[in-house]
């Protein structure tokens, strides 16, 4: 790794609550959208087993911006928080470790929605999955956060629901309707 890209690596808390979201709220949060990005994930093991991800991101709303290339990796802290290094890559570096990830890989449109102070990365999945996730100062702030309206049933820190577990194995059609129905119960209103 250069020296150039060992100081462009970044560990941070990330702290964040994740919703589902109902396909029928797309068009409104697209053009709600302070930003469109495009972005191809894949995931594979190191040497000691630990899951890191490779990212590939465009700037839909930025035409000429070049392809930001990235590696992640993150760490549980809790059920709300994940300690996050993510460093940029060279597009050589990158494409030389993209094999590694063949059988798992994920693409996502991601939409950056404004909501009073915080800005709401919604990522369209496909198959009517939609998933937003908002980010957090502190954990006192994520208990007072005012959900968006638009938003679904929680799935913080719900196994298989973040995007290395969806890009290994996709939700079937019945288990989304299953959270929604549950949610639906709970709520005692229907499915936004």
């Known amino acids: ?22 396909a029928a709220h797309i068009g409104a949060l697209v053009a709600g959208a302070e930003g469109v990005l495009l972005i ?22 930025a035409p000429g911006q070049p392809t930001t290339y990235s590696w ?4 549980r802290v ?3 928080g994940r300690e ?6 060279e597009p ?4 030389e470790r993209w094999p590694n990830t063949d059988g798992w890989r994920i693409t996502k449109t991601r939409l950056l929605v404004p909501v009073g102070s915080h800005t709401y990365e919604v990522d369209l999945l496909g198959d009517d999955l939609v998933i937003a996730e908002v980010e957090c100062a502190s954990a006192e ?13 929680e799935i913080t820190g719900l196994k298989g629901w973040g995007s290395s577990g969806l890009a290994l194995r996709p939700l079937q059609p019945s288990e989304l309707a299953m959270a929604w129905g549950a949610y639906a119960t709970q709520a005692n209103v229907l499915p936004r």
Request: hydrophobic fraction near 35%; charge should be positive; proline fraction near 1%.
């Open 92 to 95: 050589e570096e990158f494409e």
């Open 1 to 22: 790794m250069s020296k150039d890209l060992e100081r462009h690596k970044q560990t941070s808390l990330e702290l964040e609550r994740r919703f589902l979201v109902g």
């Open 72 to 75: 992640g990796r993150k760490k």
């Open 78 to 80: 809790d059920a709300l």
């Open 141 to 153: 702030e994520a208990d007072a956060l005012a959900v968006a309206k638009w938003c679904g049933p």
């Open 40 to 61: 191809e994930q894949g995931y594979a093991l190191n040497k000691k087993g630990h899951k890191y991800r490779l990212r590939t991101s465009i700037d839909l709303l």
């Open 84 to 89: 996050e290094t993510e460093r940029l890559l």
